[in-house]
């Protein structure tokens, strides 16, 4: 995996946690707090879980690719 596709899956994390945080938002205007509203926020909560742990990820191996220079 090169740095460039560390950097495609954080911004597609980014991108379907809102995206799931939008559903949610939608749906409990709607209906109010159902299954699909708490399913949302709970993958948009990993996601974005996911996303933070990834870009520490990214600016650790950039640090240690900008030392060995």
Known sequence: MTIKDLLMQIIFKFVFAALFVFFAIENVTN?????????????A???????????????KIK????DRK
């Open 31 to 43: 209906t109010g707090w159902g299954f699909f509203a708490i399913v949302s926020v709970l993958f």
């Open 45 to 59: 909560t990993n996601n974005i879980v996911q996303g933070i742990r990834l870009l520490d990820t990214y600016f």
């Open 63 to 66: 640090k240690n690719f900008d």
